[in-house]
């Protein structure tokens, strides 16, 4: 309680009654409530499609996509594009940091409660080292291609929804965290949760889910176990990513992880497969974070999970 904003607080407060009855009538109906139609499959080869673009990016502009390079505002550009031509509302929020301009692209879906706000996001700078494909085009994608669906199915969401791109998280969260510090506390309130997708498709891939918000995880734990795929609570990544100034804000989060430099336990080789040692993914924020660093599997379902609990959580 002591981390929730006094703000947030109140609003939490006068929430109450509303909050309880909408989960009353939730549960009576059971996950996905009866009258909202399932989220659809989203296509794996538009993903790859996706980070085979980036890579053109990076290729085109040094190498990376990092903050304060070419290739960081060539993929903001190049994603702003297809979300405007599919009905969005999108604008570019400038940061500055390091004496370079950073860039986070915001796009809104028309429509839904703006009192009850659902947002998705994912990083969209890569290290200096190299394309970020994994890290975190992965998750660039996937949010756009959930995004796109939202339009193609022309999607009539209860709550508002809103999909975010952040610049220079790799130099500690500086665009989310600008982000937030910009929305103000009447924004921010309007917030009911916060998705994260950093690093979707490792090589070695572990299923990870953020444990921060019980029901937010549970949304996720439970698409999962109908795929039969075993996940572990998401602890470690606590700080490590852009939920982390939402969470600082009071805002429920919630999100996905594959793996990053930390290698697996045998348990986790147990039930993931793969050797005990071996890290989640060996081109960590290396030059060989390219398509090939790619488990396409997790990334399908990932991008599935990210289909449902955006169908799910805005009806
Ligand atoms: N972008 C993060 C980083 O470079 C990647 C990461 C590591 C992460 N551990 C995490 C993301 C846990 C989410 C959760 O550190
Ligand atoms: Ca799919
Ligand atoms: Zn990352």
């Known amino acids: ?48 499609a996706d980070l085979a673009e980036l890579q053109s990016i990076a290729d085109a502009n040094g190498g990376n996509r990092a903050h304060g390079q070419a290739g960081y505002k ?27 301009t950073g860039y986070n692209l915001v796009a809104d879906w028309p429509g839904g409660d703006a009192e009850n706000v659902v947002m998705a996001g994912a990083h969209l700078d ?13 998750g660039s994608a996937a949010v756009l291609e959930v995004a796109l669906a939202v339009a193609k199915a022309d999607l009539k969401p209860e709550k508002h929804l809103r999909f975010a791109w952040w ?17 103000g506390s009447g924004e921010l309130g309007k917030l009911d949760a916060y998705l994260n997708f950093d690093m979707l498709g490792s090589p070695n891939p572990g299923y990870f889910v953020y444990d921060d918000d019980p029901a937010l995880e549970k949304v996720f734990t439970d698409y999962y176990a109908t795929k039969n795929i075993a996940t572990e609570p998401e602890t470690e990544g606590d700080g490590r990513s852009d939920h982390a100034p939402f969470k600082e804000a009071g805002v429920p989060v919630g999100g996905l992880f594959t793996g990053a430099e930390a290698t697996k ?28 660093n790619i488990d396409d599997k997790a990334l399908d379902t990932n991008t599935d999970a990210i289909a449902h609990a955006i169908w799910q959580l805005s009806s």
């Open 1 to 48: 309680m002591s981390r929730i904003a006094p703000w947030r607080r109140a609003a939490l407060a006068a929430g109450t009654c509303t909050a309880v009855a909408s989960l009353l009538i939730s549960g009576a109906t059971g996950a996905g409530a009866a009258n909202s139609a399932a989220a659809p499959d989203i296509d794996i080869a538009a993903v790859k």
């Open 126 to 138: 890569s290290v200096d080292e190299g394309p970020g494909i994994n890290d975190n085009g992965s």
């Open 167 to 183: 610049g220079a998280e790799e130099y500690g969260m500086v665009g989310s965290t600008h982000y937030v510090n910009e929305l």
């Open 265 to 292: 336990s045998q348990a986790q080789a147990d039930k993931w497969g793969g050797k005990a040692g071996e890290s989640f993914d060996p081109c960590y924020h290396s030059s060989c974070d390219s398509p090939k």
């Open 74 to 100: 060539a993929s903001v550009d190049h994603l702003k594009k297809k979300l405007d031509a599919a009905g969005f509302t999108t604008k570019i929020q400038e940061f500055t940091h390091g004496g370079a």
